[in-house]
């Protein structure tokens, strides 16, 4: 018997009973689906974290206060151990790195032209830009004279700048924030969205010192800093530099060996690759809890065969009487089982995909579905055809022809 004709006849079998053989199907569709959309949301996941930490500055060193030092931890703003002298003692002794910029933030209300927006307002140094990445689309930034001298100058992230002067040049405009009045003299240029929905644009910075005295000063006094950013000068001095920083603050505070540090420096590469390793883990999950149904659907292609076996005895035993070896009826019957599985895999590959986008657009979350779900879905189609069609394939092919026209 030519292959061709294996073909027709598994196909028609599966044409003469279509709603049997979309309940049959309809396991594969929902496990193909279900892995397509998971590993879809867990590749998506990935992204907005990395987006998230990325946002932040390429080869970045955070040094923040230690507010869990001690066996009582300390409110926020209680205790700041960072001091303006720690972002010198960096900038100075420590090799390798690019910028260091100390920062301090607030809240406040902006109000220019009859129009107000709240905001958060930080104070920085210039170095600040090389530090976290950051451009200026239209205007400058200040320099060191206005940041020493804390001159009253802000420059407004493009959020702030429509807010307040919608289309129009922000570039000279006053505006008073709380009661002090400022200078706006940059634009910085736009960061978008970050991984967790947090505007980057909405941002205000001026100096350090101005803001330090004149918008956080309840909250921040004298040389204090809430946080210094360090940008090593690559990748690879990354680790060696957050050491010597490290090392440096604890001889800069005089913290003695076995002493628990009251300050924390983070890595932002080494936190990007935990993280993106905890969510690749998460993903493998919701890969293999959403495969669960896959063999589920496996498993009822199996009984619909063999259920299709009983009731196709006879017509079995006849195809054998007149010339059909068992190798055909095995072969024809794992077709029948391929073609369900694969029927169903395209479906749910299909399904799968409008899925991922559908929830990647209601939720605000970056589509991306992987290359390979395409080939693994179909593959993984075909296999559970083949595994869970053995059994009925094989029972079909050992029946005995005489026996088979015997039965009603």
């Given amino acids: 018997m030519r292959s061709f004709e294996l073909v027709r006849f598994a196909l028609g079998a599966i044409i003469a009973h279509p709603m049997r053989s979309v309940l049959t199907s309809l396991g594969v569709v929902?496990?193909?689906?279900?892995?397509v959309m998971m590993t879809s949301i867990g590749l998506g996941a990935q992204q907005r974290v990395t987006q998230a930490i990325s946002g932040l500055g390429s080869n970045l060193i955070i040094v923040t206060p230690n507010f869990q030092r001690g066996?009582?931890?300390?409110?926020?703003?209680?205790?700041?151990?960072?001091?303006?002298?720690d972002a010198v003692a960096i900038a100075r002794q420590v090799e390798g790195v690019a910028a260091v910029a100390p920062l301090v933030r607030g809240q406040a209300q902006l109000a220019s032209d009859g129009a107000n927006w709240n905001t958060q307002?930080?104070?920085?140094?210039?170095?600040?830009?090389v530090a976290r990445d950051l451009k200026i689309a239209s205007g400058r930034m200040f320099d060191e004279n206005e940041a020493?001298?804390?001159?009253?100058?802000?420059?407004?992230?493009?959020?702030?700048?429509?807010?307040?002067w919608g289309d129009s040049d922000?570039?000279?405009?006053?505006?008073?924030?709380r009661t002090v009045p400022f200078e706006v003299i940059?634009?910085?240029?736009?960061k978008g969205q970050a991984g967790f929905g947090q505007d980057q644009d909405d941002v205000v910075l001026g100096p350090l010192s101005a803001v330090r005295s004149r918008i956080a000063g309840r909250r921040s006094r004298g040389d204090s800093v809430q946080t210094i950013y360090v940008k090593a000068v690559d990748e690879d001095s990354l680790d060696r530099?957050?050491?010597?920083?490290t090392n440096l603050l604890r001889d800069q505070h005089k913290i003695r060996q076995g002493e628990d540090d009251d300050f924390q420096t983070q890595n932002m590469a080494s936190i990007l690759e935990a993280s993106q390793a905890a969510v690749g883990t998460f993903t493998v999950l919701l890969a293999a809890v959403a495969g669960v149904s896959l063999v589920v659907g496996g498993v009822g292609i199996m009984n619909i065969m063999l259920v299709a076996v009983t009731e196709r005895t006879r017509e079995i035993g006849l195809r054998m009487a007149v010339g059909a070896k068992r190798s055909h009826i095995l072969i024809q019957f794992a077709l029948e089982s391929v073609a369900l599985s694969l029927v169903g895999g395209l479906i749910g590959l299909t399904i799968g995909v409008l899925g991922a986008f559908a929830i990647a657009k209601l939720g605000e979350w970056p589509a991306a579905v992987p290359p390979w779900a395409g080939p693994l879905a179909l593959g993984f189609s075909v296999v559970v055809g083949l595994v869970f069609g053995a059994y009925p394939s094989w029972r079909a092919a050992r029946l005995d022809p005489i026996e088979a026209l015997r039965r009603e």
């Fill in 30 to 35: 929902i496990g193909v689906a279900a892995v």
């Fill in 71 to 85: 066996p009582v931890a300390q409110a926020a703003g209680a205790g700041v151990s960072l001091r303006d002298g």
């Fill in 121 to 129: 307002i930080q104070g920085v140094t210039p170095d600040y830009l």
């Fill in 148 to 164: 020493r001298q804390g001159r009253k100058v802000l420059v407004v992230g493009p959020t702030v700048a429509k807010e307040l």
């Fill in 170 to 177: 922000p570039i000279g405009r006053r505006v008073r924030v």
């Fill in 186 to 190: 940059g634009v910085l240029e736009s």
């Fill in 241 to 245: 530099v957050q050491e010597d920083v």
